[in-house]
């Protein structure tokens, strides 16, 4: 059940090319190139879920596959954090985001001026730097230009 094996349609794509720090099943690229997050979905009950779990959270199934989860979301909750880890830059954003599919994320959101329920979108960003310069990257939500 690796995702990082393409072997068909439904299949979630390698994510080794992708320049971020993040746990490595969690992120993958849809067809068109953009950063998508991969969850996965129970074959018993339909439950869906990010990220993969090895149980189903409802009906304790072990029968869970990988899934790409909706690019866009509804934004449900964020707040403002001032004090953080010394590498990341501040202030920056944290909030649920309500996907398509039922499933709530918890995120990093790009952007200092945020609505509840606005429509948000999957992004890859730099949210700070090591010490040695390098960046530190991960998945962020980020409202959708009007
Ligand atoms: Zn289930």
Not at 119 to 142: C, H, K, S, Y
Request: charged share 20%; glycine share 8%; hydrophobic share 40%.
């Amino acid at each position: 059940m690796s995702p990082s094996v393409a072997t068909g349609a439904n299949d979630v794509p390698s994510n080794e090319a992708l320049p971020l720090s993040l746990p490595g099943e969690a992120l993958g690229r849809d067809a068109q190139g953009r950063p998508v997050l991969i969850g996965c979905v129970c074959k018993s009950c339909g439950n869906r879920m990010f990220p993969v779990v090895p149980v189903c959270s409802v009906c304790m199934s072990e029968e869970i596959e990988p899934e790409h989860m909706p690019r866009e979301g509804t934004l449900y909750s964020f707040t403002f954090v001032h004090i953080g880890p010394a590498a990341w830059a501040k202030p920056f954003a944290l909030g649920y985001i309500d996907l398509s599919n039922g499933v709530r994320v918890f995120s990093h959101l790009r952007g200092l001026s945020l609505r509840i329920d606005e429509t948000v979108e999957l992004a890859a960003a730099e949210i700070g730097r090591n010490p040695d310069g390098t960046e530190i990257a991960t998945f962020v939500f980020q409202p959708v230009p009007a």
